[in-house]
């Protein structure tokens, strides 16, 4: 027993050598929360202009190339919202954060170019009635797209609040690409599209030093949606899988059973193919009246926050060639205005040279 007791102390002084030795200041509950609370209306502001920098420069995109698009809306270029028709991880410290009213729907954000700024309207203005019909306080972002869209291309009244005066703005609408863009915070530079929607990573913000950068993305993406190209690829996915099926089965009657592995790997193989060249001619379709020269910088900086996109390119180009294809791009696009052409991209072209799939050893 007296050395068990003898070991007990041992490991308490020993417990009392490996703990700080430096003196902490107390903490204050009321100081701690405070500080929680700065870091949330930090976080909701950050998001929010980012939000705005991000919707300012989509909705040039979807007008300037909305004759190619598959769903077409009217638009008027303006982000509002009330603190309940916001997403529920907003709400506790939105009215601090953005000045956003519970009642009344307020401006968060407006596009440079839209109607909406044509008509006057800036952010903290509160949008009381559209042609005499009240704003309502919950759903009210889904409830102004709706009722922008079902307007058509008519004149809406818009009795705007500020500063507690009322005035009547009107606005006309315009034609914009109806797909939306989503903004989600995530560390991982990605952007992609699923077909009816766009998601762009936060991160794609923080390397996207330029707008034209950013638009560069943006219309990389819409011109997947716009072209195709997931059906493309669900098409080859799916005559990949019926090739595979097929040799399964024949070496099934031969007695070899194969557990489905051709099907599954020819899938796979079908759903990557020309899936690389997909992503080279979407990047040739990013226009929007920006100006591209220099926009190509943005993958040298993507391929600082992922090297490996630098010499694999599975179902990406690596970006040296995007680089390199976005510097001719913007050169092309210089002597079409110059010549008074057309924007259009040319989706045939003459065979290009084979895109590196790995750097050379």
């Known amino acids: 027993m007296r050395w068990r007791s003898t070991l007990l102390v041992a490991s308490g002084l020993l417990c009392v050598a490996c703990g700080p030795i430096s003196k902490l200041p107390p903490l204050v509950s009321e100081e701690v929360e405070a500080g929680r609370r700065k870091q949330q209306v930090d976080h909701i502001r950050d998001y929010f202009a980012q939000r705005a920098r991000l919707n300012n420069v989509a909705f040039r995109i979807r007008v300037a190339n909305n004759l190619d698009c598959r769903n077409r809306s009217t638009q008027i270029g303006l982000d509002a919202g009330t603190v309940p028709s916001l997403p529920r991880k907003f709400r506790s410290y939105s009215q601090e954060a953005l000045s956003v009213s519970w009642t009344q729907a307020t401006v968060i954000?407006?596009?440079?170019?839209?109607?909406?700024?044509?008509?006057?309207?800036?952010?903290?203005?509160?949008?009381?009635?559209?042609?005499?019909?009240?704003?309502?306080?919950?759903?009210?972002?889904?409830?102004?797209s709706h009722f922008v869209d079902n307007n058509g291309?008519?004149?809406?009244?818009?009795?705007?609040?500020?500063?507690?005066?009322?005035?009547?703005?009107?606005?006309?609408t315009v034609k914009a690409c109806a797909i939306p863009v989503e903004l989600i915070t995530d560390s991982t530079p990605n952007a992609f599209t699923t077909g009816d929607r766009i998601v762009i990573h936060s991160s794609i913000l923080r390397i996207a030093h330029?707008?034209?950068?950013?638009?560069?993305?943006?219309?990389?993406?819409?011109?997947?949606?716009?072209?195709?190209h997931l059906d493309k690829q669900w098409l080859n996915q799916v005559l990949g899988w019926a090739?595979?099926?097929?040799?399964?089965?024949?070496?099934?009657?031969?007695?070899?059973?194969?557990?489905?592995?051709?099907?599954?790997?020819?899938?796979?193989?079908?759903?990557?193919?020309?899936?690389?060249?997909?992503?080279?001619?979407?990047?040739?379709?990013?226009?929007?009246?920006?100006?591209?020269?220099?926009?190509?910088?943005?993958?040298?900086?993507?391929?600082?926050?992922?090297?490996?996109?630098?010499?694999?390119?599975?179902?990406?180009?690596?970006?040296?060639?995007?680089?390199?294809?976005?510097?001719?791009?913007a050169a092309e696009i210089a002597d079409k205005q110059r010549r008074n052409a057309p924007l259009v991209p040319e989706l045939t072209a003459p065979q290009a040279e084979p895109i590196p799939t790995e750097a050379p050893h």
């Open 109 to 144: 954000s407006v596009a440079e170019t839209s109607p909406a700024t044509a008509a006057g309207i800036k952010p903290g203005d509160h949008l009381m009635t559209f042609n005499n019909e009240a704003v309502p306080r919950t759903d009210t972002s889904a409830w102004i």
């Open 210 to 228: 330029t707008d034209a950068q950013l638009a560069l993305v943006l219309g990389h993406e819409l011109a997947h949606a716009n072209l195709g």
């Open 243 to 329: 090739g595979g099926a097929a040799i399964d089965a024949g070496l099934v009657l031969g007695g070899i059973s194969t557990g489905g592995v051709f099907a599954r790997q020819f899938a796979r193989a079908g759903e990557r193919a020309f899936s690389v060249n997909f992503e080279r001619e979407a990047d040739y379709a990013a226009r929007a009246g920006y100006e591209l020269t220099g926009a190509e910088k943005f993958w040298r900086t993507f391929s600082l926050e992922s090297p490996d996109a630098i010499r694999i390119a599975k179902t990406y180009p690596v970006t040296p060639v995007r680089f390199v294809q976005m510097q001719k791009v």
């Open 153 to 172: 291309e008519q004149p809406i009244r818009v009795l705007v609040r500020r500063d507690g005066v009322d005035e009547i703005r009107t606005i006309t």
